[in-house]
């Protein structure tokens, strides 16, 4: 529920400048950080590649498995691009580093299932028939290097905790822009957007911002 109040100047035209909302605004606690912590800490780090794809890297990226009777799909998906290692995965790391792919690029291609994959296969991908060819699609989010993570766990805190505070900056004033946004309207009718531009000599899009800046936005820890 929205804690919304709009404070009317005595003059005739509204001041917009006077609106104020009650904003909530999520402080991050160490419990917080200690819990993202736990969640996502693994023993080794990924380091961005600005080359291609190849051997010994990983990509992280949307991809998909489609055969007779048979459909997979995973995003940020991390594929190690390793051709000893279980199937159909020995095969789509053949395929990406064949294409050679980099950050962005999206591409396609196919294998056989034939009686060997058949015997490698992972359980999660044992309804892959044997003499089927199998699609694969992989969109690449990232191309990076897995290494080990000697940092300490309380610089990885640090980082964990730094990337939560900005993420909950960001949240809070998206939800004050959302108010702030909605005062003016009510305040100043469908043109708000309009008439702070013309009155402000802004554009458009920028008024948005400078009502955030300039308009009376009281944080409420939540």
Do not use: H
Request: charged share 30%.
């Amino acid at each position: 529920m929205r804690a919304l109040s709009i404070l009317l100047g005595t003059s005739a035209a509204f001041d917009y400048k006077s609106i104020s909302i009650n904003a909530p605004r999520r402080i991050v606690t160490q419990d917080d950080i200690d819990a993202k912590f736990e969640e996502v800490d693994k023993p080794y780090a990924l380091y961005p590649v600005d080359g291609p794809a190849e051997e010994g890297l990983c990509v992280l990226a949307e991809i998909s498995l489609t055969a007779p009777n048979f459909s997979w799909k995973r995003d940020n998906y991390i594929v190690e691009l390793l051709d000893d290692q279980a199937e159909p995965f020995a095969a789509v790391s053949t395929g990406i580093c064949d294409a050679g792919v980099k950050v962005g690029d999206d591409t396609s291609f196919s294998f056989p299932v034939d009686i060997d994959m058949r015997a490698a296969l992972l359980p999660e991908f044992g309804d892959l028939e044997q003499g089927t060819t199998c699609s694969c699609r992989v969109a690449v989010r990232r191309v990076v290097d897995k290494q080990l993570d000697y940092r300490t766990p309380d610089e990885k805190k640090a980082i964990i905790g730094d990337r939560m505070r900005a993420r909950a900056v960001k949240d809070s004033e998206a939800v004050a822009d959302a108010l702030l946004q909605t005062a003016a309207q009510d305040a100043l009718g469908p043109d708000w957007r309009a008439l702070v531009a013309r009155d402000e000599s802004l554009d458009e899009d920028a008024v948005p911002a400078f009502l955030l800046k300039n308009c009376d936005v009281r944080w409420v820890d939540a």
